[in-house]
């Protein structure tokens, strides 16, 4: 049976022009995308990515814009669902207090996560791993302004 999956996801950008990426174990796999994750019944768009940058990133965040919505067919990688992806670009409404690092699937021990910065001037689709969040990132190359 297939059903729908939404996600919702934040672009957060700091003062050195680089944009957050979470390095992620799960369902055997590793990945790379950017901080959120699904909606839950009964949530909202904007309240679903504010709890997920609690729950990751212990950070409470401000919506600036949306960005992008998924215009095409993505199977999940992980179940029968369709992907149905939204995304904002976002800003900490505090700074963060996370240990970032510096290499992709640095985990700390027991960790299923991690989180780095990745400069806006080297940022390409080989930096995140699924077909959306790749799209995203080629949107983001065509604009300068960010």
């Not at 059903?3 to 799960?26: K, T």
């Not at 796999?29 to 009964?42: A, D, Q, V, Y």
């Not at 990515?49 to 215009?71: G, W």
């Not at 080297?122 to 604009?143: A, G, R, S």
Request: hydrophobic share 40%; proline share 2%; with cysteine.
């Amino acid at each position: 049976m297939s059903y729908f999956n939404v996600r919702v996801y934040g672009m957060l950008i700091n003062e050195y022009n680089e944009i957050l990426i979470s390095d992620e174990q799960s369902g055997g796999r590793t990945f790379s995308k950017f901080p959120g994750g699904g909606l839950e019944i009964g949530e909202g768009l904007i309240d679903a990515l504010k709890r997920e940058f609690m729950e990751e990133c212990n950070a409470q965040i401000e919506i600036v814009s949306h960005f992008y919505t998924t215009d095409f067919y993505e199977q999940s990688s992980f179940n029968d669902s369709q992907i149905l992806s939204i995304y904002y670009l976002v800003k900490p409404l505090h700074l963060l207090n996370i240990n970032f690092k510096s290499a992709i699937f640095d985990f700390d021990e027991g960790a299923m996560q991690a989180f780095r910065w990745v400069s806006l001037d080297q940022l390409n689709t080989d930096d995140v791993t699924f077909k959306t969040d790749k799209t995203v990132i080629k949107l983001l190359m065509k604009q300068p302004e960010l």
